[in-house]
């Protein structure tokens, strides 16, 4: 379940990260307080949200068992665990 977590801060985190590269390439102060304007921040967090809506549809849509699969639960078989799967 953590990874999941990661993924999406990953993805929140990467409109933030590149415009920072961008003012370390361009030579304008990381920490100056006019290259971080509300307007820029803004579109920044909206860019982030747009990664992240994007991401939950992927794996909305991509992941997870295939469509009319059987859950088959864990059980026991000769004395043996058998987890569960889908079928």
């Given at each position: 379940?953590?990874?999941?977590?990661?993924?999406?801060?990953?993805?929140?985190?990467?409109?933030f990260?590149?415009?920072a590269?961008?003012?370390?390439?361009?030579?304008?102060?990381?920490?100056?307080?006019?290259?971080?304007?509300?307007?820029?921040?803004?579109?920044?967090?909206?860019?982030?949200?747009?990664?992240?809506?994007?991401?939950?549809?992927?794996?909305?849509?991509?992941?997870?068992?295939?469509?009319?699969?059987?859950?088959?639960?864990a059980?026991?078989?000769?004395?043996?665990?058998?987890?569960?799967?889908?079928?």
């Amino acid at each position: 379940m953590i990874r999941p977590v990661f993924t999406e801060i990953a993805l929140f985190l990467t409109p933030f990260v590149l415009y920072a590269l961008f003012l370390v390439a361009t030579r304008t102060g990381l920490l100056d307080a006019s290259a971080w304007r509300p307007p820029v921040v803004g579109w920044l967090t909206l860019a982030a949200l747009g990664l992240l809506i994007l991401s939950f549809v992927v794996m909305a849509q991509f992941g997870g068992v295939p469509p009319n699969s059987t859950y088959v639960p864990a059980h026991m078989e000769n004395g043996r665990f058998v987890p569960g799967s889908t079928e």
